[in-house]
C-alpha cells in the first residue's frame, strides 16, 4: 500500500482543480470510490479438490467526466487482491474506461454500460513453495498481466441531487495472465488449479458530481433518512 499513496495525493491535490473547472463551465464531473465485494476468479482447468477460493478485495478511486450526452470517459487508481486460500494475487496500477448512460439525467436510476482498461506496475511473475508439513508441498505460481480489458454493467442510485450509490460488474480479461497452484506429495500430484487471469468483479460505492447541489428535496429526503434511523434504533 506505499506506493499508493502518491496517488491518493495526486487525487486530493486535483479535487478542488476539477471542482473549481466544472463549476466554472457548467460541466459535468464525478468522483467515485469503489470497494471490490467480489473477486471471484473462473478456473480454466482443476481438479476434484479444489484450492481456490475467490474473495473480495481491494478498491478503485476514480474520476469521471462526460463529454458528449450520456457519454463518459473514467480515469483512476485500482487495487484488485484474489485470494487462493493461503495466497492472495494483487494487482494494482491506473485504469481508464468509457461508459455508456441511457435514461434521462433527471431519473435518480442510471444504469449503464462500460469498457475499460487496466495498466498493472506490480511484480509480474512469482512462484512460492509452501511445506505443509514433511512430506506436503503445494506450490504456487502467478503471472500478473500487465494489461487488462474488462466489459461491465452497473447503476448508479441517486439518494441526492449529486451522491449516488453505485453497483458494478466487470469481467476482467488479463492479457498473458495465469495462475497455478499444485499440491503433491513425494512427488505424487494431489491436487491442482489452473486459471487464465480471467475474473468476476463485483464492487459497491459512492459517488458525488459536480457542479454540487444540495435542493429542498434533497434535505426533506435527508430528514426522513434521519427519522427512519431513529426509529429503526
Known amino acids: 500500500m506505499t506506493s499508493s499513496l502518491p496517488t491518493f495525493l495526486l487525487w486530493f491535490a ?48 476514480m474520476g469521471e467526466y462526460d463529454f458528449a450526452e450520456k457519454w463518459a470517459a ?51 511473475f512469482e512462484q512460492v513453495g509452501e511445506r505443509m508439513n514433511d512430506s506436503y508441498i503445494v506450490e504456487h505460481r502467478y503471472r500478473n498481466p500487465l494489461i ?36 503433491r506429495t513425494q512427488d505424487n500430484p494431489s491436487f491442482y488449479y489452473h486459471d487464465k487471469g480471467v475474473y468476476h468483479q463485483l464492487g459497491l460505492g459512492v459517488k458525488v458530481t459536480f457542479p454540487f447541489h444540495f435542493s429542498e428535496q434533497d434535505g426533506e429526503s435527508l430528514l426522513y433518512l434521519l427519522l427512519d434511523m431513529l426509529f429503526w434504533n
Open 74 to 124: 473514467e480515469l483512476g487508481y485500482f487495487l484488485t487482491e484474489v485470494n487462493y486460500n493461503r495466497q492472495v494475487r494483487t494487482m494494482e496500477g491506473l485504469q481508464c474506461g468509457v461508459k455508456r448512460y441511457f435514461l434521462n439525467e433527471r431519473i435518480f436510476f442510471q444504469p449503464y454500460l462500460s469498457v475499460r482498461g487496466q495498466v498493472n506496475w506490480r511484480r509480474r
Open 14 to 61: 486535483l479535487l478542488p482543480v476539477c471542482i473549481i473547472q466544472a463549476q466554472s463551465d457548467e460541466s459535468r464531473w464525478a468522483i467515485h470510490y469503489t470497494t471490490n465485494i467480489l473477486t471471484s476468479p473462473m478456473p480454466a482447468s482443476h481438479s476434484a479438490s479444489v484450492p481456490n477460493n475467490g474473495d473480495f478485495g481491494g478498491f478503485s478511486v
Open 148 to 183: 487488462s480489458f474488462a466489459p461491465g454493467v452497473g447503476a448508479d442510485i441517486y439518494l441526492f441531487s449529486s451522491v449516488a450509490l453505485t453497483i458494478r460488474y466487470d469481467f476482467m480479461m488479463g492479457i498473458d495472465s495465469r495462475t497455478t497452484i499444485e499440491g
